[in-house]
């Protein structure tokens, strides 16, 4: 954020803990009657609707979220730990909202204009502003405490479908807050057990942010606030401005983590995934922004393909171990999360629901985030694909729009890495936002093969190792040179044509006019090569400019680079940049056509063998048909 950090001080909180407590324990609030839709009809589950419209009226009813809580174990006067803990959360984000709404008072003229509104009645123009400032107080409020939810309350069982919002009333914060409870309180009604509470109250912070933010615009005033920066140690609860965090803690990571020297072959894919470890980790918290995002070079998303069996999983592990490890040194959160097939959902919006949540985890601007989407072909749908589900469909459509949509911003904290064995099934548009392409190959050569059966069969043998310099194929650099150098000349048949034809014709590239033609050639022969491939090009280009070895000494303290300001980091960066090349340009427009080419190659033969199999099924239908009119059996 643009502002300092703000500490609010437990006497701050504390002063607001007795009205707090008479909120939880109980409230009369105004409802409008038809909000439930009429009483409802018994041993039904559905709603008596009355003929004559009863939209103007508005009744009173009590609300006691603490007996509401204690209800869902009736046959025990205590609270168990779980009610206990949401009742007190509950509490305790009443008097942090009225506190962080104190806060914003102070920052705009609403505390003088409370102050003599006290001594008498405000007049003329005061009376507008004191009206506009008290409501944006009220959202302030609302927003602190659905946030302050959504990050204290923990659960991991599956979030309920049948919440509403509740009736914001925006008139003062105490206002907004009861109608807050009063929706709480019917959300927490319809628990299973006590279980169930904790991801009731989740739901329904969510619920109320989402809702809070469709009605941000309505609000003036509220400038104030935007830049604010809050934190509450005590309960490891920040506000960033109207930011939401993802609100769930952050748990150890528990997988089996990889070394670079256990990933056999792979080599640029292997050589750039250790570069992003490092780019990650060179993101200050303070400015919330990365010195590569800057100057270029970072890697936002990719996707790596490859056969079965070739190592995705275990690229996927070297990088989470990576950066867990340098994470712990510098003393800061990182989050690791996959999207898999098992958060598509049968219900209808559940799915896209999910994939936001994934996106907010990941994206949250206090953690390092490192996210992937395996199988993504399984997981996202083509857009054509009639046979897909609708949850896939949403899923594409998230995806699409968090990764280069009109609101996504990238500061540098997180990566995104989609895997699959099929990229040609991923829609297009989708497979174009990944600004990096990985061959995810495996083993190729003898030395590799040679090399991944050591490592893989142990030590538990006297078999001589022979002639052979053992991991002596995987040295990184040496690897990356020749991976990249072949690359000079394209790989795959299509574009290979298009190459020797540009070669004969023009001869060696050497103006950016030479590179121009070159590229419009490419689209000529593959019409997805469109403008977003040109984009991913050049910033594959500026990531091999920024192709620069941080010494591991850098990350083996805290203070030796990530501990440093933003200023200094981008200096110690931008010292290392060098210019890019010709073959640079050359190679990284060969990989990334070469990619496009494979998947429309891939893509063909797939339609291809459909055809043929269609065509052999028909014959087949057609012998057994005749056999069957040439018994008499055909309209038997």
């Not at 946030?147 to 907004?176: I, W």
């Not at 934190?231 to 401005?241: A, H, L, Y």
């Not at 989470?320 to 490890?325: E, I, P, Y």
């Not at 099929?422 to 003898?446: K, S």
């Amino acid at each position: 954020m643009d502002t300092g950090l703000t500490t609010l001080l437990e006497a701050d909180i504390e002063k607001h803990r007795a009205l707090a407590q008479s909120f939880i324990t109980r409230i009369v609030v105004l409802e409008d009657s038809s909000a439930r839709g009429g009483r409802e009809l018994a041993g039904t589950g559905r709603r008596f609707v009355p003929t004559v419209s009863t939209g103007s009226v508005r009744r009173t009813r009590e609300v006691e979220l603490t007996r509401t809580v204690q209800a869902v174990r009736p046959d025990d006067q205590l609270l168990s730990p779980a009610q206990h803990t949401l009742l007190y959360r509950a509490r305790r984000g009443l008097s942090v909202a009225m506190a962080v709404a104190d806060v914003f008072a102070k920052s705009t003229a609403l505390e003088d204009l409370q102050a003599k509104n006290a001594r008498s009645p405000l007049e003329g123009e005061d009376v507008a502003v004191y009206k506009r400032l008290l409501s944006a107080a009220a959202y302030v409020a609302a927003f602190t405490f659905a946030s302050y939810l959504l990050q204290t309350v923990e659960s991991d069982a599956e979030a309920p479908n049948d919440l509403r919002e509740p009736e914001y009333v925006f008139d003062t914060q105490q206002d907004v807050l009861k109608a807050l409870v009063s929706g709480l309180d019917g959300a927490l009604a319809g628990a299973k057990d006590e279980a169930d509470l904790p991801a009731r109250a989740r739901a329904y912070a969510t619920v109320v942010l989402e809702g809070l933010l469709q009605r941000k615009s309505r609000f003036d005033g509220l400038g104030a606030f935007e830049n604010a920066h809050i934190r509450i140690e005590k309960d490891d609860f920040t506000i960033d401005g109207f930011d939401v965090a993802p609100g769930r803690k952050a748990k150890p990571l528990v997988m089996q983590f990889r070394k670079p020297e256990e990933v056999v072959g792979n080599h640029i894919a292997k050589y750039q995934a250790l570069k992003l470890a490092k780019m990650l980790m060179a993101y200050d918290f303070d400015r919330q922004l990365n010195p590569f995002v800057e100057l270029g070079g970072f890697l936002f998303t990719f996707i790596g393909d490859g056969a079965p069996g070739t190592g995705k999983t275990t690229l996927i592990q070297m990088i989470a171990g990576l950066v867990n490890d340098y994470a712990q040194v510098a003393g800061v959160p990182f989050h690791y999360e996959n999207f898999g097939v098992d958060q598509i959902s049968s219900y209808q919006g559940k799915s896209g629901q999910n994939c936001r949540q994934f996106i907010n985890n990941v994206m949250n601007p206090r953690v390092i985030g490192f996210g992937t989407i395996d199988d993504v072909d399984q997981v996202a749908a083509k857009r054509s694909d009639d046979r897909a589900s609708a949850g896939q469909h949403e899923i594409t459509g998230v995806l699409m729009d968090a990764f280069s949509g009109a609101g996504t911003v990238i500061r540098g904290n997180c990566s995104f890495g989609m895997f699959s064995n099929y990229p040609e099934n991923v829609d297009d548009a989708l497979r174009q936002r990944a600004g990096a392409r990985w061959l995810v190959d495996g083993p190729q050569t003898r030395e590799d093969y040679i090399d991944i059966f050591v490592l893989l069969a142990g030590k538990n043998h006297n078999i001589p190792l022979g002639e052979h310099d053992l991991y002596a194929a995987q040295e990184i650099k040496r690897a990356v040179e020749a991976a990249y150098e072949q690359y000079s000349k394209p790989q795959e048949e299509g574009l290979r044509k298009v190459y020797e034809r540009f070669m004969d014709e023009r001869g060696e590239p050497k103006t950016l006019a030479d590179i121009g033609e070159y590229l419009h050639r490419i689209k000529q022969a593959e019409p997805r090569f469109t403008g977003r491939a040109i984009k991913n090009v050049t910033d594959a280009i500026k990531m091999r400019a920024m192709d620069i070895e941080l010494p591991d000494e850098w990350f083996e303290t805290r203070d030796a680079f990530m501990g440093k300001s933003y200023e200094e980091k981008k200096a110690m960066v931008a010292e290392l940049r060098r210019p890019f090349t010709m073959d640079m340009v050359m190679q990284e427009i060969n990989r990334y056509a070469d990619s496009e080419f494979r998947y429309a190659d891939k893509s063909d033969d797939a339609a291809v063998d459909k055809l043929i199999r269609d065509a052999r099924l028909r014959e087949r239908a057609i012998a057994e048909i005749e056999s069957l009119k040439a018994r008499g059996l055909w309209n038997a």
